[in-house]
């Protein structure tokens, strides 16, 4: 159930080693343009930018286009990249990786890397690879299959390299052999009724190609003729005919099969490439072939993609206990954190909050661009403060789907993204920075979070909390407050946090009026929430328009939410009193054996005063789901307040659900952590901890954060390093290489008997304050830490 | 290829034997809220409306929603009804109709009726028949399947249908077993973002349900489980199980399968009733199970639905040397043309000019809605005369798709609707009725048609030709005139003709000022056209922003097009030398083996000047194909002129294409006529001929109004009928029932040798001018009409 669990770690590969034990376990491939999202079974995904995301292998319907949805079922015809085998005396016929004929084979291989993807699938002694990688800066595939007789005996087969197209539109499609291109060529144009459309259309990758370095016997370019009644289990072009037809697809769904006889000795083996991408013409196929089927093509590729993806590789490499855990902090979670900023989750207007949050993450690997991306939202600032749903990040492009619906605590980001900045750069130096809007205004870096403080700190209602209007960071909360009056408690505690973190950094840069105001600003967010929504063990998630107070004890569906629980403890509304009642009431009512929920009882049916969240499917992404990106807050606020050892069950939920102890034996990892595990586990038992499979999501920034920050505890703090680890108990040492500010720390943490706190060694030298000052850049530290062993604690 | 054609008549059913000779071969039922598409192997479409059109059985994928598509392909998981059959003792597996196993049957029929569509399937001597039918007021398939043992033997039998139902939301979708309701219940919740959209929403039919008359053994409701590894060709569930495993889709692609093992006796049958719809809640379950489900349901629905439909009758039926058009006209072709009328095309804006001509249709069969939907669509005409872009027929409906682009040409089709329903009924009245727009502005028809026709005297250029805007018939000739300079002949020509009919008309009401206008126009509009747009052997289609005249000798591709020539025989445009150049270049450069082309040669790419027309695939649709619609004006102007050969060879290809001869002989029949057949006869032989399989087409009403009033020659004229038989020379004889102003009138036609011109005689009285007068309701007229023999035409 809990997917992403069960990959076998193989060095910097992950490997799974059967189609049927995980069988939408997928992994993810992208570059500058692209994004091309995999399943084990050999079904596919991909997306590229033309501004707006663009398919160029298509369902066989005419597909609606949407955000990335979580759980995308398959089903026989689903785009995917297959090559069948037949075995010309015996008639065997099998598919690799595995679908569309799924036969069971006699060993399989899902291989994930970090920049490529390979199978090896074996049935009846012959051994099909197959593996694809992306070039850094071209929409394309790069595929190699490999076939390898292991039977010891000589075989002859045919090898049909199968790439469905689907529907490509309505208005134009087809699809025919061309001898000069090298390849299959479908065409088509997309559909538009508009005269502007055109214009905005014209120079769209409207084709589909897949290009061989081989030639075929024959070919089919007709989905229809290719399957006969046999359909794709035993296409009749396969099994009644000796060759392909070499048939043309004319208005009707392309498809690109290709066919090669082969003879092959006992050990012998045959290579294959292809490149299968979208392109706009003749010429551009053209270009297609001499980049990548041209000497060295395929290798030049990917030593460029390697290059690129350098920036993955982090500001920490850790050794544990856990060498799953490993495995994941040193590869697989930089990798994700990249993929977010480096690809802005293929849409050209992110929300303004995941784009913060983002990029937040990328302040660890990339902070040129981290920094780049606060400049560009802040130039999308509102005159009076507010900042967008989103930020619109190519020339034209507009705000589209949930982006057009007002949600009211895109300016908390500002401040949250900072801290961790500034923490890992200390480039107080960007605060000063003029950022100009579109009406021209110019304003420093500081001026404008200003404002946006300001703006939080207006959007109050007499009781002094937040306005929700139709949803803040939980989107389909939108009928709280769409009539203008109803208020979240998670934001007003969010907003109290931001003015708090935004208050110390004015305070650090010697802005002591703005301090003030923000600091005061915070107090009374806290002292309202404190009179309004406390409910006796937790804090209340709002009240609506109509005066009725939810996600508080009176409530049977939605009783309480984790997110102002976990804000409560960093905005410092909780006393020590309260903080208690609430770790309870959270163990109490939102923990599971798959980690801990985002509210609780999930919702069964419509509230009307709630909105959209009450019609989500119980267990279902933000409706009780153990949706990663809340519990990624819930473990950043246990960090802060010092509960290590809770903080760190949060985090291993969040990586492999309740399997994790297994997985850890086995020694099998996820290869990313996705954006929720279904919940309600109480009502629907049997789903509960499935993966949603989709790796876009916040959580990974606030993982690796956490990872750095608090768990090794080597935090940036203005110009020096902070050395706190907060290794759970049951860990008695461990060891990371920490990359910080140009220079590298060497670090080794143990715990010692008969010590009442933490003690640091730097170069032999202790550090009694924990933290380390005028670092320089290019040097190596050595740095040990000392933790009183458990219970010992002082 | 021309799949219409290929039914076997059996009275008033039609009948297919072969699932592979056809496999696209389709027919459809409506009701007053719904349409269900089937295809002959058990692939469905269904849509209803609320208000929009709306799905309760889904493509497996997130689906874009679109206007009803031509050609849409099949693939394994497409929406359909269908029914599993396991031997429990031999293993045989098939599935009725034919999909999803694709089984070759020992016998099949496809059986078409008017109101029903039954399958008969024998595999093994196990013979499944399962049909539908529809209530007339309730969105709900009304299925019976019956299971007889043919084979000689006892067997044991397990029956699975399976009705899919596809992904239903990405919010929230689930489906399950409710004994309580007697059924499975698939739920899911149309997914919105907005808060206004909620409102809209929240009362739609957002479950799916298939209810049963008796209790299965077992059932299952996830999609995914129900598959496993076989695959719909031999799904885990039926091959490697006894029994379905009772499971639910928990935010899982729900489906309805049901088990029913049976015991058969040689020669027994058992019967199973299902009821297959979408639903809001529990109660509007329970109320579809009382209705349909208790009993005498089904026959009670049957027979409402066969008194609805009889307003499809028709005002004639024929008999003639022909049998099969006599029964396509008879039978399918008024329920066409009723289905139109009564169903708007499922829409709720249907285009103004398709909603004319549809309602120019119903003026046979109900003239009482045709005139209702004249005055509708005159409420909203706008104040300067222009008429919209669609017909809103709900409240709060919005023009959509191609509504909101601008097109010059729907006042065009006030005038020529008039002329068929005043024939038609000798309503004058009509044009008296006051209708208020939606200013509050109250005109008389007849002001708003002055009003229509002076807009489109207004909307010409200094030359005295039509503005074209983005497009007019031809919607996808949309940048010929986007700058707003561009004309269009064909719509100059529609103009004239307009204008002409519209003076007639005003000449007959005494409104002798602007019959006096309206015809000067016409003049004005046919002298323009002539002094501009005659190219020497036929006239051009327009002269795009850029004046450049296309559609004329010097283009390679669309050198001539249909629509002016048609047009131009008319409106009057052209003199008899012209008439004959017009003609001779429509079969030199049009006429193929499968009928007249509405343009030639295809365009092969974009021309930037003509528009979308350019980008469509040649043979698709409008791009050079058979479009019947077109090839029905050039038929009604064919027999305007007086040339009856060729006007009944167009529209005999119209039916069956280049099969027709060939279709006759073999008694064989198409069911409806559909909007094209493929042409591109040169470019792309192997596809031309082929239908669309869309029944929505204007080509229906036209094809009907010239069978009633220029092939039979039954036309009304003002207060009388005029008798003017135009059969073609093939044709001895014919026999007619035409029922007119409440008068029935047998018809029989004969030829004699020896006349030189058509004599009718009414009750054995000379009718020495064809027109019999003072028509009296409710008596039966004996006609005879002796025709010329062919060659003696005086």
Redesign the interface.
Known sequence: MTAPCGFEADGRRCVLRSP?AMPHASTFLWNRRMLLQLGCRGYATAQFMQPEPAKYAH????????FM?P?Q?T????PGRFCYVKDEDAGLLFSAPHA?V?R?PDAFAFSVGVADVEWTVRCDGIEVAMSVALPPDDVAELWTIRVRNRSGRARRLSLYPYFPVG?MS?????GRYRADLGGIVCTS?TP????ED?FRQ?DFLDRTVLLHDRAPAAWEAN??AFEG?????TPDAIVSRARLACGDA????PTAVLQYPLELLPGAEESFRFVFAPARDDAGIKALRARHLGAGGFERAASGQQARLSAARGCIEVETPDPWFDAFVNHWLPRQVFYHGDSNRLTTDPQTRNYLQDHMGMAYLDPQAARAALLRALSQQAPEGAMPDGILLVEGAQLK??N??PHTDHCVWLPVFLEAYLDETGDLAVLDVAVADRDGTTRSVAERIDLAMRWLLVQRDGRGLSYIA?GDWCDPM??VG?KGRGVSGWLSLASAHALRLWAGICRRCGRDPEAGEFAAGAQAFNAAVNEWLWDGDWYARGITDDGVVFGARHDAEGRIYLNPQSWALLSGAADDERRARMVAAVEAELASPWGVAMLGPPYTG?R?DV??LT???P??AENGAIYNHAAAFWMHALYRVGDADRAWRTLRAMLAGPDADDCIRRGQLPVFVPNYY?GAWRL?P??AGRSSQLFNTGTAAWMYRCTVESLFGLRGDGDGLRIAPQLPSHWSRARALRRFRGAEFDVRIGRESGIAATRVHVDGTPLPDGRLAGIEAGRRYRVEVRLPEVGEVG
């Open positions: 049927l369902a066989p319907v005419l597909e609606a286009r949407t949805q759980e079922p089903y026989a015809h689903h569309p799924n069971r529907y309505w208005m134009n499609q087809a144009v538009y009724q508009k005269v055109w014209r989905q229809a009644e046999g359909g794709l289990t004319l208005y009707e769904t789907y949930i057009q619906v139709q939108n009928m769409w419509m009307e909105g959209r019609q989500k499917f267990g279902s279904r629907h049997r789903t």
